[in-house]
């Protein structure tokens, strides 16, 4: 019996590929397909001789949609060096149907190789399964409320709910620990992972690129792709940030380092679902020793060499920063709004009570700039010390962010920005952390709450609404999103009640409301109340009844 099973996979193997000779490879639309190729050229650094400053890419390929919803579509994708004489191109087809490539190389034994996919679309239910399958994340570009939040590619809206992953490319990281963390974030409600890709890491362990900027570490760059393939795979888009802003990079990297790292980043990852992120920390006069001259080009370079024009941002440095000393700047809205690069504005408002407190004027600065572009905070307080700051500050943040016009929010914790793990601990340093390996900002209730707030908001059509704080009355937390005599969400810090003029409504017309109690992420009391006048409505809980107050949302719609 044993000889016959052998006999069977002997002839099996040798069928495969008779059936695979005439037929395209099958994938989904944005599913990365992948060619390998072998290259004769020789070169003693490819990754240098290759990406010289001004040089279009060595290898090409162009695809060409022939039937189905694809048909007369072109999209041209740049390759690159993946080791030895290896050469690889990647390709995300945006709709389904045929797709024709054929690629253009410099090098004779890599050019004119043509082929074709076959590309099927995904149901509503798959998509919805995974959001990521609907396509890149690019800012909404029609009315009402033009360039106010994200969208995928087919249109449906995006609520930006991200979490810090700054150091996971650390090569002492197992898969098993970001699987971990991809699957409970995935699952709290988060879509965003805002990760280094970074050529100049937080030391040697985290750098993809060696000492002298000139060599790829392409086994730890594949491990890391390897994790974005699979938080694409859980429905999250991965915040791609390619170099840590420090002094004198001028110097100690230089310009053509910088550049070369950025074309090779994009070359390698742009089939993913991925955001492009400038440079972090990044002062947007001199810091680093580069004038803002500098950055702007940089951001050009990435726009000019994406085929997918992608959505590019740049995560600023804060005035309570030295690095922002000299070019005080709380978000990217106040230096360089209007450069064609920038499609979004980002904040980080840095780790005190006192810049949390600023979160509502920050993003109401950002929102008033013309033109509209979406804004987010993508680095609030972290969440340390269980308590410190506490959930209650972390959702304030979240929910005055949102509130004043946010496109969205991000969350930080200390034990997973730091990448605090068994086989990486990382001890105190300079920040308040529990180094016990039994806690975990995965499960603090301060990173549950934000991604309640992404799961309650996606309940709503929350994009349809704009901030209206001028309706809410008679109770100090001033945050109110509105589509006013249809829809109303308030944000209630120390709960209260709230009184909801609903006076050029009908007596007859009827609202429904709902309070959530946001300590314990549930819904609490419910009702209904009409127009006609000034109606108040009060928390389901307040002192003296109940001494400990608490943050509460209230709902109220048309029906």
């Not at 790292?261 to 001199?286: D, S």
């Not at 408002?349 to 993508?378: D, F, Q």
Request: hydrophobic residues 35%; glycine residues 8%.
């Amino acid at each position: 019996m044993k000889s016959h099973k052998i006999f069977a996979l002997i002839i099996l193997q040798s069928l495969i590929p008779l059936f695979l000779k005439g037929a395209d490879p099958e994938i989904k639309t944005w599913e990365v397909f992948e060619i390998t190729l072998k290259s004769t050229a020789q070169a003693q650094n490819p990754y240098v001789e290759f990406l010289k400053t001004g040089d279009q890419p060595f290898l090409t390929a162009t695809f060409t949609g022939t039937d189905g919803r694809s048909q007369g579509k072109i999209i041209k994708v740049p390759g690159f060096w993946e080791g030895e004489n290896t050469w690889k191109i990647r390709f995300t087809p945006p709709i389904d149907g045929t797709w024709k490539y054929e690629t253009v190389s410099q090098d004779r034994k890599m050019n004119r190789k043509k082929g074709s996919i076959t590309v099927s679309g995904w149901t509503e239910e798959e998509k919805n399964i995974n959001p990521a399958r609907r396509g890149f994340m690019v800012v909404n570009g029609s009315d009402p409320r033009k360039g106010r939040y994200f969208t995928y590619t087919d249109g449906t809206p995006v609520l930006w709910i991200a979490d810090t992953w700054w150091d996971w490319t650390n090569s002492r990281i197992r898969f098993g620990s970001f699987k971990k963390l991809a699957d409970t974030r995935a699952e709290q409600g988060y879509n965003i992972g805002q990760l280094f890709f970074a050529g100049n890491g937080w030391g040697r362990e985290s750098s993809l690129l060696d000492p002298s900027f000139r060599e790829p570490k392409l086994e730890q760059i594949r491990k890391i792709e390897e994790m974005i393939r699979y938080a694409n795979s859980k429905g999250i888009t991965v915040w791609i940030h390619a170099w840590w802003s420090r002094e004198n990079i001028d110097k100690s990297i230089g310009d053509e380092n910088i550049t070369r790292w950025w074309r090779y980043v994009v070359h390698r990852l742009h089939a993913f679902n991925v955001i492009w992120v400038l440079a972090g920390e990044y002062n947007m006069n001199n810091y680093g020793g580069f004038p803002l001259s500098f950055w702007n080009r940089v951001g050009d370079i990435i726009k000019d060499e994406d085929p997918y024009d992608r959505i590019t941002g740049a995560h600023p440095t804060p005035p309570m920063w030295s690095g922002g000393a000299e070019a005080p700047q709380w978000s990217t809205a106040e230096a360089v709004h209007n450069q064609k690069w920038l499609d979004y504005n980002q904040s980080q408002t840095g780790h005190a009570r006192w810049c949390n407190e600023l979160i509502p004027e920050i993003i109401s600065r950002a929102y008033r700039m013309a033109p509209a572009k979406p804004a987010v905070v993508t680095e609030p307080w972290y969440e340390f010390i269980e308590g410190n700051p506490t959930a209650m500050d972390i959702r304030f943040a979240a929910w005055s962010s949102v509130m004043s016009g946010a496109a969205g929010h991000t969350y930080g914790g200390g034990h997973t920005w730091r990448v605090h793990l068994p086989e990486r601990p990382t001890g105190i340093g300079s920040w308040p952390m529990d180094t016990s390996l039994s806690v975990n900002t995965l499960i603090y209730p301060g990173a549950v709450s934000v991604g309640f707030m992404g799961k309650y908001l996606r309940k709503l059509e929350w994009w349809k609404l704009e901030p209206h704080p001028e309706l809410v009355l008679e109770n100090p937390s001033p945050f109110c999103l509105a589509d006013p005599g249809n829809e109303y969400l308030f944000y209630l810090r120390y709960g209260g009640s709230i009184k909801v003029d609903l006076s050029s409504q009908k007596p007859s017309d009827e609202f429904e409301y709902r309070w959530t109690d946001l300590v314990n992420s549930l819904d609490s009391r419910s009702g209904k109340i009409k127009g006609g006048s000034v109606v108040e409505i009060k928390c389901p809980e307040d002192y003296p009844g109940v001494v400990n107050f608490k943050d509460w949302v209230l709902h109220l719609k048309k029906m």
